[in-house]
């Protein structure tokens, strides 16, 4: 060992008395148990939004990844799925008591009703898809509106951007 990382021994005259130990020790406690200053994970700021003109606010339509009707064709495809699985293990169940099931017998019994499950489900997208076709859209503003239609084109040695 070194001198410099030597721990030096400790001093007889540097021994704390009764009271500073304990009054050092309450100081630890009190420190180790002291809650940990809170730091914001996230801030809302209040103050009122610039406004542009007296137009309140128009709500935004909402734009989603997956259309409605595709999400709800896929959910009638799950439950389609789900049910003809219970009415496939139903048939089988039933048919526990004979002595020549077979996978082309439950087969048989099962893929009629899916059959049908699909085709409501097909119909019923069909249905679902022809009433969401209106696409008139109707703007009402009750003040000043300043419309803006910029077309920008942009050519460079291989790409060319044509923005409306």
């Known amino acids: 060992m070194t001198p410099e990382t030597t721990p030096s021994p400790a001093r007889p005259d540097a021994r704390m008395s009764d009271d500073q130990a304990a ?21 809302r700021d209040t103050s009122p939004l610039p406004a542009y003109g007296s137009t309140p606010p128009v709500p935004q339509p909402d734009h989603r990844i997956v259309p409605a009707w595709a999400a709800g064709t896929a959910v009638a495809g799950i439950g389609v799925g789900a049910a003809c699985v219970g009415v496939g293990c139903g ?19 099962t893929l009629p009703i899916a059959a ?3 085709i409501v489900a097909a119909v019923g997208s069909a249905l679902r898809s022809l009433k969401a076709t209106h ?30």
């Open 23 to 43: 009054a050092e020790a309450r100081r630890i406690i009190a420190d180790a148990y002291r809650p940990a200053p809170e730091v914001p994970t996230s801030y």
């Open 91 to 109: 048939v089988w169940l039933a048919c526990q008591g004979f002595a020549a099931v077979s996978l082309a017998s439950v087969l048989f019994v």
């Open 135 to 164: 696409t008139e859209h109707h703007h009402h503003y009750a003040g000043p509106v300043r419309q803006e239609n910029t077309t920008t084109h942009t050519r460079g040695l291989i790409a060319r951007t044509t923005n409306h």
């Open 116 to 118: 049908v499950a699909a």
